[in-house]
């Protein structure tokens, strides 16, 4: 960390000579897409044009304020009106509209040819994380911000990524093209990658769709870029890029572990496992409105913690969870979250904090009252 | 008829004579400017929507 | 506009006649505003803007099917919060000709113990395709009752136009599971949690 | 009070049977503060706006300094992200609806009947009346502060369903506020509209108004053509949230699609409602300073016209991310460049009539010339905000926070207090402080271009808007930002001093304050008397 007085120093510099900087970082980033890279050299060229009739005009301005001032003994001259003149400057900037328009809608309908995908993504909003489905293959997960709640308030030192971390990234292989399916289940957010020159809003009830092609593994951060209520801000987007090969390994991996934690429905778990798993889940997931203490912030969002509703009534408590309460900020959780991570994170609220429930709640119980 | 027509184009287009300008306020009713000019606005939207529709091919 | 002389009468009579004018403009754009609601839904059917369908039933067209080209049909299927249903269809994704056809059959599936209205809520992507998608029965047309654990099946019939833009090779169909507020008795968890709430 | 006029003088002001036209009853005027509850005079409605925007200006600047100390550095340090939300929603809506709104209304009820040569508004009664209605919304709107659930928290754009369904409880009472404004502004305009068409001065015609007229006009009729539009979506959304009804609402079969383009159908006319009086004023004082008459006033007059009317073709400007289809998308990106044309019209306009000019720098021109200046690099951007391939990285960033704040602070509201300065002398009678008001204004200058420049490179980078807490990649520029705010937001502290010290005195002004100013408005003495015109003077067009 650098002191507060050099930060304020470099930044007031480079505010200054800011006009001839347009290097990584203070510019719009060229991008690992095609498209990326043709947005990027639209908006140079634009600008470079904008910059262009800004020194004309700009020059005009202030040679006329120096050459004419009064205390040099300017007198005014009384002229108002010049038709030629007049005719020149709406045409001339109606030519470089037009010059801008046709590079623009090129690169507009590029952007809307989502043909011949070879990969289907389904990226669905909630408040306040992501949910990636890829079509055709069973394999669902949502991806939430890892960023530990002691390095936003101040209690750890920040990480080189901070904010914009999750612990499961979008996975997609370089080369291919993807289309991506966006949709909301709340309110609206925006999904927005900036080396991707991908932002699509996802709306609740529609889809819509955009499509990437990358052409180099890495790891492309972005934000949600629609308020989308209390933690809008800390709802990265992370994807990954890999290779064709590691792509198919990474597929064939998740969905062993899938199988891994659908053995885990049927076996009994121990109070300590569950709760250790259902912590996990809890931080990731809940703790975001119910507070990592189970206080909640009421009205909004109830305390967990003493809850006697909750612990009295085991079978509202999965309930709520499963589905969620219509009209409230709370959200079904029975797509996002898998039987074991629904028994573990019950398990963990009903003993957490001071709860003294005392009992556990077995991943099969989960699976038999989704199925019932 | 068509020097209302032709005012109103100058003044979607912006630039008029004060000769012109004059005359249009002094003979023109202001009714057929605003007919012409909603009209005009219509035409013009017609315009940049066919505009839009054959780039869009 | 004529020179206005300031002759107190007449100023009047200019400035109730300008008040009623504008007056009359306000109401007109207070009504319009509304009417663009009625207005947006036609336009939207009839460009296909935001990938709506139709909110009722289509007649199939008769035209010879277009052998020359696959198109692939997918289908989603989603919950929502407060629905304690399950939408699902039998296949996610079929493959059919423009102009043909086609039967896809979906599974609802209440698994409350109270009986609840609900609606599956269409959306297609990409939105232009919604023009030439011609659905002659659909369970998205209206509003449904489930029974507590009943289980339906609906079918979806639904037909391609042959003028169906080349470049679209993909329709996806999404349907969105909704319950119908005003209709259902207040579900468990509302009652206790959500309510006291939101006050 | 800051302003305050002399005793009315008998002798002015009794000679023309004014009956019906101005109906300010100036026997037995209520004194004290009855006085001005009780107002039907242009000049003390006219100040009682100026007042209450000014009152706004600052409510609304201490919530954005409240966001920009929470954005002095990564990490959540001083408020939760819900009370911030609060305030980016409380400070965009004060300020469009609060500061610059009213005090363009104010200095329209000073300024236009005065230079059309009437001798008060057409309805003075409705004139204060629809003053009044903005301290009742506002203090509504700023009550749900303190409310269960807070204050509005989702955007001044207020987009459903995040302010239908899960929107909290004060919203109710927010759209009740929003109404009372807009029934505010409608009335205003309704008599804006009355006096320019029905009390002008014998021999003025139409092509004869001073700018500053014409474009209050021309906004007057985007009032009455939007703000019905506005509330009929808050109604809506009323509806929505208390009805059962689901205008919005995808669980009902509405379209959370369809609010936006309500919303924007109002919002982008609405925009130009904030800059084309500013348009006018600009247009007043460039030519006193150059002394020479403005170039191309036709054009001008025009140019305004044509913007207007394209206003209402743009909105989906806003909306090139919510997934229109492609041929949607070029409409609105062609209509959009096409604005730009008669924008640039005006500038050029203004700064030929520099061109050969005599120019002198008094606080009004320096503030005026800023506006121009700044104003077009806010043109620039939203040049490039217009390209709609280019909008899918833009949109909703900083880069769009730095274009509309350059447009509505260094524009909008540099143009009001050029205007302030300008006419400051017609109300007080004395000419405001030379020096602090350079003061002010170079402050002004170097703490708005500190605060909304290094959010270009902040959004083009990547950093979302409306967001408590960032990535460290953006914690210099919105360092920079945050003491640019602060020098920005103190420095109208000294524009205070600057009114206060004018009221109470300084150097007199005559009635003709500055050299080069040719309008109506300066024929009367300075300070203007309650009364002024009563017997309508006559027009003589200037000689160009």
Redesign the interface.
Known sequence: MRTLLE??A???T??LI?PLVLAN?????IGVTGLSR??HS??MT??WI?VA??VV??G??FY??FR????KG??????????G???L??AV??LI?VA??VP??A???N???????EI?V?V?GQ?WRWRYEY??EDIAFTSNMSTPRE????EAE?T?????EVDEPLVLPVDTKV?L?L?A????H?W?V?EL?????A???????NWVRIDEPGIY??????????????MPVVVEAMEKDDYESWLAERKEAAEQESMGIDREWELDELMERGEKVYGSICASCHQVDGSG??????ALAGNT?MLDDVE?HI??I???????????F??TLNPVEIAAVVTYERNAWGNEAGDTVQPSEIVEM??? | MWSVIKSVLAAFFGVQREQQRREDFENGRPVSFIVVGIAMAMLLVALVALVATLAAR | MTQPNRDEHGANKGVRRTVVRTVAALAGMFAFAFALVPLYDVFCEITGINGKTNGSAQAVIHEEVDESRMITVQFITRGSSGLPWELDVESRQVRVHPGQTNEVNFTFHNRSDNSNWGRAVPSVSPSSASLHLRKVTCFCFEEQQLQPGERIEAPLVFQLTRDLPPEIKTVTLVYTLYPVANKNEPLQAQVTAGKGDEA | MAFHFPKSNPEQSTTTADAGLADSPHHERPRGLMRWVLTTSHKEIGSLYLLFSLAMFFIGGIFALVVRAELFQPGLQLVEPEFFNQMTTMHGLIMVFGAVMPAFVGLANWMVPLQIGAPDMALPRLNNFSFWLLPVAFTLLLSTLFMPGGAPDFGWTFYAPLSTTYAPPSTTFFILSLHLAGISSILGAINIIATILNLRAPGMRMMDMPLFVWTWLITAFLLIAVMPVLAGVITMMLMDINFGTSFFNAAGGGDPVLFQHLFWFFGHPEVYILILPAFGIVSAIIPTFARKPLFGYASMVYATASIAILSFLVWAHHMFVVGLPLVAELFFMYTTMLIAVPTGVKVFNWITTLFRGSITFEPPMLFALAFVVLFTIGGFSGLMLAIAPADFQYHDTYFVVAHFHYVLVPGAVFAIMAAVYYWLPKWTGHYPHERLSQVHFWLSVIGVNLTFFPMHFSGLAGMPRRIPDYALQFADFNMVSSLGALLYGASQLVFVLVVIKCVRGGKKAPAKAWEGAEDLEWSVPSPAPLHTFETPPTFERPAH
């Open positions: 930060r304020v470099a930044g007031l480079l505010a800011s970082g203070w510019n719009m980033p043709e947005i639209l908006h634009i600008f904008c009739i800004g005009v700009f005009v301005m006329s304020l004419y001032r009064r205390s300017a007198k005014a001259a009384n002229f108002h009106e010049h038709t003149v007049e005719v400057w709406t900037p109606l509209l801008m328009a623009a809608t690169t507009l309908k952007m809307y040819d989502v043909s011949e995908a289907d389904m669905t408040q079509l055709g390095q936003i308030s101040g920040k080189e990524n901070y904010l914009l289309r399916l949709t289940d709340d309110v609206i925006s927005w900036p020159a991908v932002k699509q809003d709306i609740p009830g529609f889809v819509n769709e951060r972005g934000q949600c870029t629609e308020l989308c209520g209390m933690d809008h801000g800390f912030s009421p009205p909004a969002f109830p509703e509202w309930d709520t499963v589905n969620g309460v219509s009209g409230s900020a709370m959200p079904a029975r797509s989704l199925e019932e």
